[in-house]
């Protein structure tokens, strides 16, 4: 450890015959403290306009919640930081935006979509549209002497469907998503999707994929507008998301994109504002209600949020900060309690949830791979601030 030696004046005072012999064996002792201390120098002072993007009583010191906010704007090896929302109590206790990004800017949420796509699904359930476990609704998978008639909806929703879908394969053009989103599967990307074939039984492996996804938002879209056209199931969805999900949650600003066949791309496009991630990730918090209102049934955000067999840190479409038992680290299980989880997005969009800090934060931005972690670490220094229950 190294010792910082503070400069002073030394003292020469020799004790009057009234001082006691306690005060004057003291006195060197307090000599000592005076003139060294142990530990690091002080902080350098905050950078001007850092304090005002924290509330005067974030619930934890303001100087440290400002510190902690600025390095994600303007740390190296994190990418580019957009938007960032803490929210406390369901309150919002830190608001910061990059240059030329404002309140009212919509952000795509990638992969976040997925946890989206979850709740709307979770509606029909509750609804009795469609059962857990029963064979997932896709036609062509009922015929006769077909395996992909065993994938269940829960299967699909915990990413162990079984199916081939390569995500993030190396080259780009032969990945999955990326054949999907944007080549051969584009016009339809949920019958792209739907004609893999099985690799493995269906359950037994986890297999993250936003085709998966986008078999959950086409099976949705058909309960609520069967034998729709393109147009119709657009319009189906969209006031569905809407009247369900955005509007008793306040989210203004959310909005999904749709694919020629009228399908949602629930796996990877769905926007809003920061803000309203932040209202989602509260909705979350509060096990799916807003101002006591059951917008989705409490079992099932809890269904989201435990771990699925085939995966430790996943729950359904939903990412669990618990470790993989593997070399994948979404979250940051060493640092935070096990009850938070997360919506996570390409790119390095967040909206993580810890419900025993009462807490919410969003941050949206864009980060490559490589630099991940040392993101991941930046949002757990904001997370550790707050205590938990």
Same mark, same amino acid.
């Given at each position: 450890?190294?010792?910082?030696?503070?400069?002073?004046?030394?003292?020469?005072?020799?004790?009057?015959?009234?001082?006691?012999?306690?005060?004057?064996?003291?006195?060197p002792v307090a000599l000592l403290a005076a003139?060294?201390?142990?530990?690091?120098?002080?902080?350098?002072?905050?950078?001007?306009?850092?304090?005002?993007?924290?509330?005067?009583?974030?619930?934890?010191?303001?100087?440290?919640?400002?510190?902690?906010?600025?390095?994600?704007?303007?740390? &190296?090896?994190?990418? =580019?930081?957009?938007?960032?929302?803490?929210?406390?109590?369901?309150?919002?206790?830190?608001?910061?935006?990059?240059?030329?990004?404002?309140?009212?800017? +919509?952000?795509?949420?990638?992969?976040?979509? /997925? =946890?989206?796509?979850?709740?709307?699904?979770?509606?029909?359930?509750?609804?009795?549209?469609?059962?857990?476990?029963?064979?997932?609704?896709?036609?062509?998978?009922?015929?006769?002497?077909?395996?992909?008639?065993?994938?269940?909806?829960?299967?699909?929703?915990?990413?162990?469907?079984?199916?081939?879908?390569?995500?993030?394969?190396?080259?780009?053009?032969?990945?999955?998503?990326v054949r999907m989103l944007y080549l051969a599967?584009?016009?339809?990307m949920a019958a792209f999707a739907e004609a893999?074939?099985?690799?493995?039984?269906?359950? &037994?492996?986890?297999?993250? $994929?936003?085709?998966?996804?986008?078999?959950?938002?086409?099976?949705?879209?058909?309960?609520?507008?069967?034998?729709?056209?393109?147009?119709?199931?657009?319009?189906?969805?969209?006031?569905?998301?809407?009247?369900?999900?955005?509007?008793?949650?306040?989210? /203004? $600003?959310?909005?999904? &994109?749709?694919?020629?066949?009228?399908?949602?791309?629930?796996?990877?496009?769905?926007?809003?504002?920061?803000?309203?991630?932040?209202?989602?990730?509260?909705?979350?918090?509060?096990?799916? $209600?807003?101002?006591?209102?059951?917008?989705?049934? +409490?079992?099932?955000?809890?269904?989201?949020?435990?771990? $699925?067999?085939?995966?430790?840190?996943?729950?359904?479409? =939903?990412?669990?900060?618990?470790?993989?038992?593997?070399?994948?680290?979404?979250?940051?299980?060493?640092?935070?309690?096990?009850?938070?989880?997360?919506?996570?997005?390409?790119?390095?969009?967040? !909206?993580?949830?810890?419900?025993?800090?009462?807490?919410?934060? !969003?941050?949206?931005?864009?980060?490559?791979?490589?630099?991940?972690?040392?993101? !991941? &670490?930046?949002?757990?220094?904001?997370?550790?601030?707050?205590?938990?229950?």
């Amino acid at each position: 450890m190294l010792r910082f030696a503070i400069p002073c004046r030394k003292l020469v005072r020799r004790p009057s015959p009234a001082t006691s012999r306690l005060a004057a064996l003291a006195l060197p002792v307090a000599l000592l403290a005076a003139c060294s201390q142990d530990g690091p120098p002080p902080l350098p002072p905050l950078p001007e306009g850092a304090l005002e993007a924290v509330v005067t009583d974030p619930g934890v010191p303001r100087e440290q919640l400002a510190r902690a906010v600025d390095d994600l704007f303007t740390a &190296e090896g994190i990418g =580019t930081t957009y938007a960032l929302v803490v929210m406390h109590k369901g309150e919002v206790v830190a608001e910061r935006y990059g240059e030329g990004v404002t309140a009212d800017t +919509r952000f795509v949420g990638w992969s976040m979509s /997925k =946890t989206v796509t979850a709740v709307l699904v979770g509606m029909l359930v509750a609804d009795g549209r469609v059962e857990l476990d029963d064979p997932a609704p896709v036609a062509s998978w009922q015929r006769a002497g077909d395996p992909r008639g065993e994938i269940t909806l829960r299967h699909l929703l915990q990413m162990r469907s079984g199916l081939r879908h390569r995500e993030g394969y190396d080259p780009p053009y032969e990945s999955s998503e990326v054949r999907m989103l944007y080549l051969a599967g584009h016009d339809d990307m949920a019958a792209f999707a739907e004609a893999q074939a099985l690799e493995t039984v269906p359950g &037994e492996e986890f297999r993250y $994929s936003t085709a998966t996804s986008v078999i959950l938002a086409d099976i949705a879209t058909d309960l609520i507008a069967p034998d729709g056209t393109p147009a119709q199931r657009q319009q189906a969805m969209a006031s569905f998301l809407d009247a369900r999900l955005a509007a008793p949650l306040g989210m /203004k $600003s959310m909005v999904g &994109e749709y694919d020629a066949a009228g399908t949602l791309t629930g796996g990877s496009s769905i926007w809003a504002t920061a803000r309203d991630w932040g209202k989602f990730g509260e909705f979350l918090r509060h096990g799916g $209600s807003v101002k006591g209102a059951q917008i989705v049934p +409490r079992r099932w955000i809890e269904f989201m949020r435990t771990p $699925s067999p085939a995966s430790p840190d996943y729950g359904a479409q =939903t990412w669990l900060n618990r470790p993989s038992g593997g070399d994948r680290d979404e979250l940051f299980a060493a640092r935070g309690p096990d009850t938070a989880f997360a919506a996570v997005g390409h790119l390095g969009q967040y !909206v993580i949830v810890s419900p025993d800090q009462s807490l919410t934060v !969003v941050r949206l931005g864009k980060t490559d791979g490589p630099e991940r972690h040392a993101l !991941v &670490e930046q949002l757990a220094d904001i997370v550790q601030l707050y205590p938990g229950r």
